[in-house]
Every structure is written in C-alpha cells, then in structure tokens.
Nanobody, 113 residues
Framework: QVQLVESGGGLVQPGGSLRLSCAAS????????MAWYRQAPGKQRELVAR???????NYADSVKGRFTISRDNAENTVYLQMNSLKPVDTAVYYC???????WGQGTQVTVSS
C-alpha cells in the first residue's frame, strides 16, 4: 500500500515561513512525479507546486517566488518551503503522487496574526 504522510504545518505570522514534509512509502520514489495541493475552506483543491522525477518544478502563479518544492530521493521525501506567507495561503496542504489518486492525509497551515 502506497502511503504519504505530511508534516510541518502549523500557525505562523504573516511574512513568516514553514517547511512542509511528505514522507512516502510503498513506491519507488525516485521514478515518480510529486506535487503539493492545498484546499482552503469553501474552495476547490488547487495545485500549488509539482516536481518531476528529474527535478523539474512548476508553481502556481499565486506562490511563485515564495514557495520552493524539492525532493530528497534518498529519504523518499518531498518538501515545500513556504516563505513570505500570506493569510490567503491558509489551507490544508496535501501531498500527492502527481495525477494519481494517491494522497496524504493533509496538514493544516494557518497564517494569521
């Protein structure tokens, strides 16, 4: 069974930073594409960032220049470094094997003063 476990969410002040982690098991991590999505209350789940097996990255316009997705294949982990956080970034963040039905349980990020 493929399993993704997110961690690193929490409460942060506007302008602050958080680093999310997603630990994967049950797959050959180095050959798959990974992504981070988020879902705010009352909104659709949206793609935040993705990273290919080769390390190519793409970002939503709303987070470009502030967020960085990366991966450590030796640790089977994908990261999302979030800087200059805004209240509109508040959401549950989900790890995903890109364009598949494999999701983590989500981790809450709240940006508020």
């Amino acid at each position: 069974q493929v399993q993704l476990v997110e961690s690193g969410g929490g409460l942060v002040q506007p302008g602050g930073s958080l680093r999310l982690s997603c630990a994967a098991s049950g797959l050959i991590f180095r050959i798959i594409n990974m992504a981070w999505y988020r879902q705010a209350p009352g909104k659709q789940r949206e793609l935040v960032a993705r990273i290919s097996s080769g390390g190519a990255t793409n970002y939503a316009d709303s987070v470009k220049g502030r967020f960085t997705i990366s991966r450590d294949n030796a640790e089977n982990t994908v990261y999302l470094q979030m800087n200059s956080l805004k209240p509109v970034d508040t959401a549950v963040y989900y790890c995903n094997v890109y364009q598949t039905g494999t999701w983590g349980q989500g981790t809450q990020v709240t940006v508020s003063s």
